[in-house]
């Protein structure tokens, strides 16, 4: 009996076969286009995943001060941070944060979808976002894909 064939291949991070991708987020509705970039990044799409490794992809995202949001969320939805001191509680719209820092969008909105843990973080430096239509992994030689 061939004992290898019906035995469960659990991919370590050394052999997932990762590669490089574009996503132009313009025009796309962010929670939509997070949550791809939330499933490419964790290696759902293939059929070698692995729930506790990292065989997920490396992802580029540009144009990311372009993206849209639906209803009135640019003027709804608020980010909230302290600073550590005493009165250090801070708000900023989304229609602020995307004129201040258009990257923090995108960052926050996918790694809310991320596990909160370490494979989460690990997960996490695989995301790569930039404002406008370059960037500087062309030596990498990702492949642009479209939702």
Known sequence: ????SY????VNKEQANKEWVVVDAEGMVLGRLASEIAKILRGKHKPSYTPHSDCGDNVIVVNAEKVKLTGNKLDDKVYVWHTGYPGGQRF????????HKPIAVVEHAVKGML???KLGAELFRNLHVYTGPTHKHEAQ???TITF
């Open 7 to 10: 035995r469960t291949v659990s």
């Open 1 to 4: 009996m061939n004992t290898l």
């Open 115 to 117: 596990p909160k843990n």
């Open 141 to 143: 030689q990702p492949k």
């Open 92 to 99: 900023r719209t989304v229609r602020e944060q995307l004129k």
